[in-house]
């Protein structure tokens, strides 16, 4: 979510609530029948050990909220009733295959990505992380799990199918994002906007969006179709900038939980149950929404 080459990123999700900690524990999902598009095989979970932090419990850090990603409903928007979501669930299975009840807690993002969680306190971290050299400078990365470009949210109706229609737009986007850096930095040729409004956090950013404060959100496609999804059709992703972006897991640098949790992660790629829970939560395929160029400048001497 949320990639950056010179500084630490937050991000957060787009339902309104404050990130309070949550505590709740989860019991692991292990009826296949009622989860078919979310569940590989989880028989022998318990001839896994995964060494957890806490005996009984993977302990999973995530920074909330998290919208399709942790929690899908309104009922969720308290930490303590997420019983659903793409990462949710992907912690429950791996917790499932190591025989342990999954348990997560919120932490502020900017800590995370900053390597300032500490790396024993939690098995794995799963929070829409984009991986990048620098962050991997003070965490260990997982294999990547989700693909992710950055969206464009607008209102239903809003022409923006080319980056002129882009630059007529004020453009909204999160303090320390992908976003903000490609738009507002000037590092990347081209890609500099002249109206820009940049919020602390996604509520604000989509709450100025329905207030008509700026025409669009750019963020994470993923994220952005998960808000897309739940304004009973008056947003729509109307189109995506490929960065190459892709989310990791996180363990805590030089731990060795990348070792443990890795080929369970890569295990679940494999079999199709990530792709599974994209398509489950999100309705769609990020990759249907089109593309839109920027144009590179012409250079010359």
Do not use: H
């Not at 209102?155 to 999160?174: P, S």
Request: proline share 4%.
């Amino acid at each position: 979510m949320k990639m950056r080459t010179y500084a630490a990123l937050a991000v957060a999700g787009a339902l309104s609530i404050s990130a309070c900690g949550s505590d709740a524990k989860v019991t692991p999902v292990t009826d296949a029948t009622d989860t078919s598009t979310a569940t590989g095989d989880t028989s022998g979970a318990s001839d896994i050990d995964c060494k957890p932090v806490k005996a009984g419990e993977l302990t999973v850090v995530t920074s909330l909220p998290g919208p399709n990603f942790w929690g899908t409903t309104d009922a969720e928007v308290d930490p303590d009733k997420i019983v659903s979501g793409i990462e949710f669930d992907l912690a429950t299975l791996i917790a499932d295959k190591c025989g342990l009840t999954m348990k997560f807690r919120n932490e502020g993002f900017d800590a995370i990505v900053a390597g300032q969680v500490a790396g024993d306190s939690y098995d794995i971290l799963l929070s829409q992380v984009t991986i990048t050299e620098d962050r991997a400078k003070v965490v260990d990365f997982s294999v990547g799990y989700f693909k992710s470009d950055q969206g464009l949210l607008v209102k239903a109706g809003t022409a923006a199918a080319t980056f002129d229609d882009v630059k007529k737009l004020t453009i909204g986007v999160q303090a320390s994002t992908t976003a903000e850096y490609y738009f507002t930095s000037g590092e990347v040729a081209g890609w500099k906007l002249d109206n820009t409004k940049v919020f602390p956090d996604l509520s604000s950013a989509y709450a100025a969006l329905n207030a008509g404060q700026v025409d669009g959100i750019v963020i994470d496609t993923p994220i952005n179709l998960g808000q897309a999804s739940q304004s009973d059709g008056k947003l729509e992703v109307v189109g995506q900038f490929k960065t190459g972006e892709e989310y990791g897991a996180i363990y805590g640098l030089g731990n060795g939980k990348k070792a443990i949790f890795d080929p369970i992660l890569q295990g679940l790629i494999d079999d199709g149950t990530v792709n599974g829970l994209i398509a489950k939560y999100l309705g769609g395929d990020p990759s249907t929404v089109p593309f839109i160029d920027v144009p590179v400048p012409t250079v010359t001497s």
